[in-house]
């Protein structure tokens, strides 16, 4: 424990930005802090590679975990017939059969990249019988701020650029493998799906392997695009060496998927979760280690966020139909089922229909009424803050919306802080991100005066005031839950 302490827990950090040619990162400033584990941070890795010893202990035993689950179980005094049904669903899953995984829960806020740094490092580095255990240490990022997160606290870390290689084909990908580079960082931007670089043959090299996986975030809109169905790529990676007959038959050695997320859904937990001991009305599946946001904010390390929601009243005007029961003409009562979206369903005629909120989240003047409400509280209040560094966040429902509140805000904005009181917010950017083809809106990058989606988050994370729009569901690929990790 004191030789991790010396060799990775502690560290100066200071502020990274890019240099002039935008290729290599550099310190602003010679000014740091020290960055030293929470005791909760320091848990977490450490449990993680203590559980090592267990996974290697029995990786020639593939029934392994599912007896330990049924003696678990047993020792519980469940009724046989609900074992089974626990050890037949669980089967089901496949779970640390062909792969070991690990599932870890953890705020937004808490100092996930630094518990990643940490672990990959010690898994890096840990030997068994003079060899090292992993031949590999894949670092899977989904999103652009976390990839250049990661970069941050790599170089921090004192892990230069040379210590590691980045995947982003699947030459590359392949070429990692051979190299003497044991940290790869797969970047899923390029690629729309694991299985674009973890097909047959890559799957078949890797049973020679022994590799461990850590994914920033599980959850990913489906190819990067604008849906609100997330997969999770714990699934991805996991059927990946599952649904490969091949591997199952060769592999010798298992490799460990370790996934963090802030919010797992109870799917994922069924799946990778650990067996609750002490559940009783409990859920029966957890994360192998949890940080929730209660906790967190219980803790104070961070705020909590529903005390800052400002309300604001907007007033609405319809017009009252002239037949009173206009809209309800074919309505049955209560023995119609209800859709499963209730936005949407089919009507007596067989037409779909879909309740539109655009008519009001994309109404101009509640749009403008609100944007000069922003405005206004950016530089009473929010600036005013953390020492004049405090950002502010503002999520619209669409692209479309998201751009006229920038239009509206920058303007109310700019009249503000013509006035002298208010003059030394200036030069506070606003900053609009968004995911575009580039057809039907303008791109971000040309509202934000020609800078990238990267530069963006990059001078958005530097202590001075701020405002970044969004646009909400996740549709800007942000971690979970939304935006926090930005602050």
Same mark, same amino acid.
């Given at each position: ?13 200071? $502020?990274?930005?890019?240099? %002039?040619?935008?290729? =290599? ?11 030293? &584990?929470? &005791? ?13 010893? $267990? ?8 029934? @392994? ?40 829960? @953890? ?17 890096? !580095?840990?030997?068994? #019988? ?31 650029? +040379? ?11 392949? $070429? /990692? ?57 714990? !699934?991805?990676? =996991?059927? +990946? ?10 592999? #010798? ?22 067996? #609750? ?9 957890? *994360?192998?280690? /949890? ?13 909590? *966020?529903?005390?800052?929601?400002? *309300? ?26 209800? &859709?499963? #979206? ?76 013509? %006035? ?6 200036? !030069? ?6 968004? /995911? ?43 971690? $979970? ?7």
């Amino acid at each position: 424990m004191i030789e991790r302490e010396i060799l990775y827990y502690n560290f100066i950090e200071r $502020e990274l930005v890019k240099s %002039e040619k935008g290729r =290599q990162k550099e310190y602003k400033h010679n000014d740091g802090r020290l960055i030293a &584990p929470r &005791p909760k941070q320091k848990f977490g890795a450490d449990k993680i590679i203590n559980k090592i010893d $267990e996974f290697l202990e029995h990786e020639d035993e593939p029934d @392994y975990f599912i007896n330990k689950l049924r003696e678990q179980l047993t020792k519980k005094g469940l009724g046989a017939s609900q074992i089974e049904d626990l050890i037949n669903k669980r089967q089901k899953y496949q779970n640390n059969k062909n792969v070991y995984s690990l599932l870890l829960q @953890y705020a937004a806020g808490f100092g996930k990249s630094n518990i990643i740094g940490w672990s990959s490092l010690m898994l890096k !580095d840990l030997r068994k #019988n003079d060899a090292f255990v992993y031949d590999k240490i894949m670092l899977v990022v989904d999103r652009v701020q976390l990839r250049d997160q990661l970069d941050s606290k790599m170089y921090n870390m004192n892990i230069a650029n +040379s210590m590691f290689i980045e995947a982003n084909s699947k030459t590359s990908f392949l $070429e /990692s493998l051979h190299t003497d580079k044991r940290i790869v960082v797969v970047n899923l931007q390029k690629f729309n799906s694991i299985r674009e670089f973890l097909d047959d043959e890559v799957v078949q090299k890797l049973a020679s392997m022994r590799i461990a996986f850590l994914i920033d975030e599980i959850h990913r809109s489906n190819s990067g695009q604008q849906h609100e169905e997330m997969v999770s790529l714990f !699934d991805e990676l =996991q059927n +990946s060496f599952d649904s490969n007959a091949t591997y199952k038959k060769t592999h #010798n050695k298992k490799n460990l998927i370790i996934g963090f997320t802030a919010t797992p859904s109870d799917v994922t937990l069924a799946r990778f979760g650990e067996y #609750n001991k002490y559940a009783e009305a409990e859920k029966i599946w957890v *994360p192998f280690d /949890s940080y929730t946001m209660k906790e967190a904010i219980e803790d104070g390390y961070i705020l909590n *966020p529903i005390k800052g929601v400002v *309300p604001v009243s907007a007033k609405m005007y319809f017009e009252k139909p002239d037949d009173a029961i206009e809209g309800f003409e074919d309505d049955t009562g209560y023995y119609q089922e209800m &859709p499963n #979206n209730p936005d949407a369903g089919i009507d007596a005629n067989g037409k779909k229909y879909r309740i539109s909120k655009k008519n009001i989240y994309e109404n101009e003047e509640r749009i403008e009424a609100i944007s000069k409400f922003v405005a206004k509280r950016l530089v009473s209040a929010v600036y005013h803050n953390i020492r004049g560094t405090a950002k502010a966040m503002f999520a619209a429902s669409s692209i479309k919306a998201a751009i006229k509140y920038r239009k509206y805000i920058q303007q109310y904005y700019n009249e503000l802080v013509s %006035e002298k009181k208010h003059e030394r917010f200036k !030069d506070a950017p606003i900053y609009i991100v968004y /995911s575009s083809d580039g057809q039907k809106y303008e791109s971000a990058t040309t509202l934000n005066g020609g800078l990238s989606e990267a530069k963006v988050l990059q001078n958005f994370a530097i202590k001075k005031n701020g405002l970044i729009i969004v646009v909400d569901k996740l549709q800007t690929g942000f971690d $979970e839950p939304k935006l926090h990790t930005l602050f």
